[in-house]
């Protein structure tokens, strides 16, 4: 039996869960309290699995076809499907940790401790109107051709902006960047060196005395 939207809105609550085949392996779980998920059961390494893609409607149905065939291509070339989703949600995670904004946010609040709050309030201002432009970019992928771009958009805009103190605004705020880069730089060195201290054998569980 193949689902559609019409036999998934027929299927009825039950005093105990059930299913409703798909196909392939694909199934729709339906409990006592209606609630209606599409999942998958496999085995990987003998051992016996279960993936889910999705409350229903939530989830339509051909999307949670597309992430089962997604998951079947992945099992085929011996791949964990569920473990590859949770690796894929670190590097998520990962990469929105060290996106540019987030690391110029942070150097923007050490900078600003001792600085006169008209001098934080300038610069910030020019921060957000111009470099956050860079957005949720990874700080690790950014090129030079990306801060030209900047630069130049800067330029375009000169006529269009408030009037500002600096003359060369442009230039000033590219300085600006490449500190923040430059900060990133010392600070993914030192995370280093502060693991291989906690491990100088290089192995885990021998921390230094």
């Known amino acids: 039996m193949t689902l559609t939207d019409i036999t998934i809105g027929k299927a009825k609550t039950r005093e105990r869960p059930y299913k409703v085949s798909d196909g392939g392996g694909l199934y729709l779980w339906v409990t006592p309290a209606g609630d209606k998920h599409c999942r998958w059961t496999y085995r990987h390494e003998g051992k016996q699995k279960l ?50 904004c987030v690391i110029a946010g942070q150097w923007f609040d050490h900078w600003k401790v001792e600085k006169s709050a008209q001098h934080v309030d300038a610069t910030r201002r020019r921060m957000d109107a111009n470099i956050f432009l860079l957005g949720t970019r990874p700080i690790t992928e950014i090129e030079a051709p990306e801060l030209v771009a900047m630069v130049k958009a800067i330029e375009a805009r000169r006529f269009q902006l408030p009037p500002d103190p600096l003359p060369l605004l442009s230039q000033h705020l590219a300085g600006l960047v490449s500190v923040i880069l430059r900060s990133a730089q010392c600070l993914a060195v030192l995370i280093r060196s502060c693991r291989l201290d906690q491990y100088p054998s290089g192995r885990k569980g021998r921390a230094r005395q």
């Open 51 to 100: 993936m889910t893609f999705g409350k229903y409607p939530d989830v339509p149905l051909v999307l949670a076809r597309e992430r089962h065939s997604e998951a079947r291509r992945l099992l085929a070339t011996g791949t964990d499907p569920m473990a590859q989703r949770k690796a894929d949600k670190i590097t998520l995670r990962s990469t929105a940790q060290d996106s540019f």
